[in-house]
């Protein structure tokens, strides 16, 4: 019998125990000094006697995990795959362990969405095998989030993506519509979860047609039974082997950490936009602090035209709204700018980390002429840049920092460059180029993108960093033929441009290969 049913059936059984008529003669403390309890008396002690033994529902659990495994549904057969990631589970405990401590903020508040919703617990650790939960994963094929959407589904599911927000990484709007995309597969496909968590991976249509396939040949369509692709072959039974450790900890050898069984984080709504760093100060947390619980937020503040939503811990939410009322209007910093030659309003707002949108609207501003000597206003940043440790901006910093190679190149974008072309001129593969820079292989490029490229030694080269002092008379391609290096690589490791003269007494740094030249 199912965990489910059973807690079910208890509760069923003991309302029916504690309905039952009384009867005097077979209860010991029904007299008092032999003389008859009242009936008033009689469901007191009854009721004092059911206090005493509360009944244990998934509700009342001091883990939320445990929550969730009370209420599992779905049956786990003896099955290749899932012995094969039920044993991967259980040989790395430290992975449980990362997972429990990003999931902390969060899992109260999805198990609530989806019993919300009578739907199956084990949706609850879908965001474990998507990404780890990880509200900040981007995986290769251009899925963000917890739970992964790509860009198309994501807008299809009312899922904004702007250069302010991504609502992909938003917890608790993409929890939402997750559950909206798992329920319409549910019903495409009768009702059948294992179906439907496989299109999850792979898309309805491509699991319809495994269906039709094997309806053709005379087989059967269960899951186990269909052909499809590798990576959605091992989905469900990954999610099926976790299912199967979370609730079975103990037959395993397995301790993952506790989560507590209440709310955590509220999710409120300022109604204006705000400065991360001036809402953190409103809530009494650190700006990394509010970045990690509301990932969505690309830049330094919350969307101007929304949304302004934020989460925030529990504790900090009167001492935030308190302060919110007290500084309305005040969440964003302006600044008196004065346009200055040769300024446009993608420069300006460049500069200053914004938009020309959002300089348009808050100087009343219909096109994008401007005018030397003009004052605009422009909404900005209160602290630096590096405040804002997850932004957007410094995540790509330090993803590209990542050491993965011997030494570093870097590729600025030109028209009709490609992954593929930039990756193939360079001699590494288009898949990890993509890996270095936080994108996926199909993901387009802009014209000005910086790029890392990582490289490894040749066969038998020693290469060494060298910086170059340029002398009188000194030329791009005369200092790459006295270290035979290429003149374009100079050009990317210094971000020059080839058209630009050099300066005397200008450093360079090149990366020579000290097996062909003396250095």
């Given at each position: 019998m199912r965990i489910k049913d059973c807690w079910v059936l208890a509760l069923i059984l003991s309302g029916c125990q504690l309905n039952q008529p009384i009867d005097t003669e077979q209860i010991d403390s029904s007299t008092i000094n032999n003389k008859p309890l009242s009936n008033n008396e009689l469901h007191k002690e009854n009721r004092t006697s059911s206090e005493h033994s509360p009944i244990t529902t998934p509700q009342t659990q001091q883990d939320v995990w445990r929550r969730i495994s009370m209420q599992l549904e779905m049956p786990v057969p003896d099955n290749r795959?899932?012995?094969?990631?039920?044993?991967?589970?259980?040989?790395?405990?430290?992975?449980?362990?990362?997972?429990?401590?990003r999931a902390e903020p969060f899992l109260y508040l999805i198990t609530e969405k989806i019993e919300a919703r009578k739907m199956p617990l084990e949706l609850a650790l879908l965001p474990v095998v998507e990404s780890s939960f990880d509200a900040f994963a981007y995986s290769h094929g251009s899925a963000a989030g917890l739970w992964q959407f790509v860009s198309g589904t994501a807008k299809m599911y009312g899922l904004e993506q702007n250069f302010w927000y991504d609502g992909r990484r938003d917890v608790a709007a993409a929890t939402d519509a997750a559950l909206d995309y798992l329920s319409y597969l549910n019903k495409r496909f009768d009702g059948d979860w294992t179906h439907a968590i496989a299109a999850y991976n792979s898309g309805g249509g491509r699991v319809s047609s495994a269906i039709r396939k094997n309806n053709k040949l005379g087989k059967p369509t269960d899951f186990f039974s269909l052909d499809l692709p590798k990576e959605t072959s091992g989905y469900l039974p990954k999610l099926l082997a976790l299912a199967d450790v979370i609730a079975n900890q103990e037959k395993y050898g397995v301790s993952i950490p506790e989560i507590a069984n209440h709310p955590v984080v509220e999710l409120v709504d300022p109604k204006e936009q705000l400065d991360l760093?001036?809402?953190?100060?409103?809530?009494?947390?650190?700006?990394?602090?509010?970045q990690s619980l509301n990932p969505a937020y690309?830049?330094?503040?919350?969307?101007?035209?929304?949304?302004?939503?934020?989460?925030?811990p529990i504790h900090s939410v009167d001492k935030f709204q308190q302060a919110l009322s007290e500084n309305k209007g005040q969440g964003v910093k302006v600044i008196r700018y004065q346009v200055r030659s040769g300024d446009s309003l993608i420069a300006i707002a460049k500069r200053y980390k914004t938009t020309p949108k959002l300089i348009r609207s808050a100087n009343g501003i219909t096109g994008n002429r401007i005018r030397v000597g003009q004052f605009l206003m422009i909404p900005t940043s209160t602290k630096e840049n590096s405040v804002y440790a997850l932004s957007a901006s410094n995540r790509l910093a330090k993803t590209q920092a990542k050491a993965r190679g011997h030494y570093k190149i870097t590729h600025i974008v030109k028209r009709g460059d490609s992954l593929w072309s930039i990756a193939q001129n360079n001699k590494v593969s288009h898949q990890s180029l993509a890996k270095w820079n936080g994108m996926g292989p199909r993901d387009t490029l802009k014209v000005g993108q910086k790029l890392v490229i990582w490289k490894n030694n040749s066969q038998g080269s020693i290469i060494r960093t060298v910086?170059?002092?340029v002398r009188s008379g000194d030329t791009i391609s005369g200092i790459a033929k006295k270290f035979k290096v290429k003149t374009g690589d100079i050009v990317k490791w210094n971000s020059l441009n080839s058209r630009n003269y050099l300066k005397p007494g200008q450093k360079l740094k090149l990366y020579v290969d000290v097996t062909k030249v003396s250095v």
């Open positions: 795959i899932i012995n094969y990631y039920r044993t991967w589970y259980i040989n790395h405990p430290n992975h449980l362990k990362t997972v429990a401590k760093a001036v809402a953190a100060n409103y809530a009494g947390i650190t700006v990394r602090k509010l690309n830049q330094w503040a919350t969307a101007p035209n929304g949304p302004q939503k934020l989460l925030l910086f170059y002092n």
